[in-house]
């Protein structure tokens, strides 16, 4: 039996003429337009594995026939080993006794290597989906298109790529992107598939596909641009998204990545997006961290973006703003399940991956992404108290005799070194130290932010549950959470030059070890802006 990958869905009549079928149940309209009988669809079940003893015999007999040929006259072989017991029941079964005396050499593993495509689609599923109500690295009964499988390859072979040492495999990927590039847009053109949950998961990975592929500046444009492109369709979409719990996943999953696009360059969200966020939240899980998350997120993007263009001008109305959103910031993980607990362990050991003698142990990947996701929030509202309160000062000298504004100030000064140093403490465990879990080695070393936490089955949102066939769950929409947490910790005024060496050095080994290019575009943009450059 071997496995054959993802099959065409098509009736017999496309397959053959190598056009896509839209699967219609009661026949396809490429065949009512022909005015011929559509003769239906295989069963898929059915398709994933083959029987392919036939083809495996005859190659390996082939084979032994051209070695037999190639031995000289003179050579007699060693008496053969009794061969196996006849089984023509089991079909796994892939050399049988036969009535030739001599016996057919075993099959080499080789022929039945899955194929490039395969090995990056089950990569992809193994390592980048986990569910909201299944197990993680399962798709479900979701049926996946065309563009999205290809965005899926493409994702898996880059990743393949890094973790295997593989270089050549960037260039197959950079097919794969290119053909889903296509697809999509084909998609968009149709007025049907632009509406499709398939068609804006499979922006987001092309999004995903640039943060794991490019470690240069432009990477970042690029995956701007991807963002932007599911924002707009989002638009398209309507309300009608929100009708189900997949759509509302994906519309939260597209809008943090958006979020942290226009936190970049100091944009407020779409009024179409603040619109929909109003009507997802009639229906959220308030008492979620995630959602809780997610929210302050939104209000920090559009007081950044405020503040930026001038529309809030006043130091008072600035440090009064900033004050209430750090207070929703703080609410975030307060009263959390048990799950987001987490351990500080202090430890004179490995001084390069744990700066300054301590570390935190989470209980799982999602509660370290809410946590670091709270703790940049704060960092980020910090520094803009903090320049609030200079403002008033240089304003107004009489300020600096104002004891409350000075009390404020230190308490800013001393909160962005406690976030900076909970972020710095997060890291070793995503790195593999004193990993709450058992994992093995991998592909040379290679693994991902995630690969040494626990996994936990992660709660809908929303109050619809899932359903077999809505779309999985795809890691790290948005970008990928540590190395932005990271970057943030290094990137403040408060910095020492230590923490800015260490934070460069650790995004650098991210984007080595675990291929996340995008880290190493960061740790570049730290040390540019040490250096003036």
Known sequence: MVYCGPPSKGCQTCREKKVRCDQRPDGCIRCAKARRECPGYRDQSDLLFRNESTDV???????????SRSVSPGFKPSTPPPPPPQDTENPLILVRQNDNPTPTPLISYHLMAPTIDERATSFFFTNYIVDMDRRPGSSGGYAIDDNLLDCMKAVGLAALASAAHAPKLIQEANKRYLSAIQLTNAALGSLVDVKKDSTLLAIMLLGIFETVTSSQQRSLSAWRSHINGAAALIKVRGPEQLASVAGVRLFMQATVGLMVSCLQVGMTLPEHILALNAEVAKHADLSDPAWRYYGTMALLTDFCAHVKCGS??????????????????????????????YKTIYTNAEPVIIFAGCYHVYQDYASAMVWNGMRTIRMMLQETMRDALVKLHSSR?????????????????NTLYRLQSDIIASVPQHLGYASTKSTPGGLSGHSFPWTHFHSRTITSLHSSKSTPADPPMIRMFGGYTLPWALYHAGAVDIATEPVQKWVIGTLQRIGRSMGIQQAIVLANTLENNNTGG
């Open 397 to 413: 000298p009489i300020f600096s005799m104002d004891e409350q504004y000075a009390v404020q100030y230190q308490a800013a000064t």
């Open 57 to 67: 015999i005859r190659k390996a007999k082939a084979k032994a026939a051209s070695k």
């Open 312 to 341: 809030i001008s006043d130091p008072q109305a600035i440090l009064a703003r900033a004050l209430e959103i750090d207070k929703a910031a703080l609410s975030i993980c307060a009263n959390a399940p048990s799950a987001y607990e």
